[in-house]
Every structure is written in structure tokens, then in C-alpha cells.
């Protein structure tokens, strides 16, 4: 997107059992690579991957708290390629990094499933539209 556009794509609800991944490039240190979410609707649940000083930082909220991983390295702003997978078996998440598990959490009781509002759009990449209210 060369630092000014994004894409939106259909939402994508996070099962008991199921995964998300993607590859990036980027020189910036800070960035949004991903988020899933809808404007204007209730936003307990959503999850998100970008880059906080070069580290990658997912934050996953199922409605009953929200949970974080990151990467051990916070390399990634290089341009180079790197892989993405974040795991997610019942309530373990797992963060994997160009093929290698770096980080592990549990959601909190009571969490299950990460439900997408919508049934259109809602998954964006490489940014947000303009004036989209996050909070």
C-alpha cells in the first residue's frame, strides 16, 4: 500500500478452533497491519496485529477482556518479509513469527469465540478509512 492505503475485506469470526495469518513488509516501526472490527457497533470483540517499535503486538478481546502478544523481537519494521499466524485452540492463543511459536497466552474465563458484526467488510489491512472511530 506504500504507506497510504488499505484494504477491506469480510469479516472473519474466530472459532473455538481456528487460525488467522498474512505476510507484510514494511520499513515503519509503527503500524497497523490488521484490524477486525465495525465502526459504530459493539466492539467487544475484535482482534488486532500492528507494530508498536518495530515489535509486532496482537491484541485479542472476546468480550471478556482483552489479551496481548508480542513478539520477543522487535525487528520487524525492515522491509523485509515476515509471516504471521496467530493459533487459537479453545482458550490458548499462540503467535507465530516467520514459522516460529513466540508467544503464548490464554483468554479469560468465560471466553470462547471472537464474533464478527457483519456480514460485510469489517477486516481491514494496512490502515483505516478516514476518520474511522476506533474507540
Do not use: W
Amino acid at each position: 500500500f506504500y504507506g497510504n492505503g488499505f484494504i477491506e475485506l469480510p469479516s472473519h469470526s474466530l472459532k473455538k478452533k481456528d487460525n488467522f495469518g498474512f505476510v507484510f513488509s514494511t520499513s515503519q516501526r509503527d503500524a497497523l497491519l490488521m484490524l477486525s472490527t465495525f465502526e459504530g457497533l459493539d466492539r467487544l470483540s475484535y482482534y488486532s496485529v500492528s507494530l508498536r517499535r518495530g515489535q509486532i503486538d496482537v491484541r485479542l478481546n472476546a468480550g471478556r477482556g482483552e489479551v496481548r502478544l508480542a513478539s520477543v523481537s522487535s525487528e520487524y519494521g525492515d522491509s523485509r518479509y515476515h509471516s504471521i499466524n496467530v493459533a487459537k485452540i479453545g482458550k490458548r492463543l499462540e503467535l507465530r513469527v516467520d514459522d516460529v511459536l513466540d508467544a503464548v497466552t490464554n483468554l479469560p474465563e468465560g471466553s470462547t469465540t471472537f464474533k464478527a458484526n457483519g456480514e460485510s467488510g469489517g477486516l481491514f489491512f494496512g490502515g483505516l478509512p478516514t476518520g474511522f472511530n476506533t474507540t
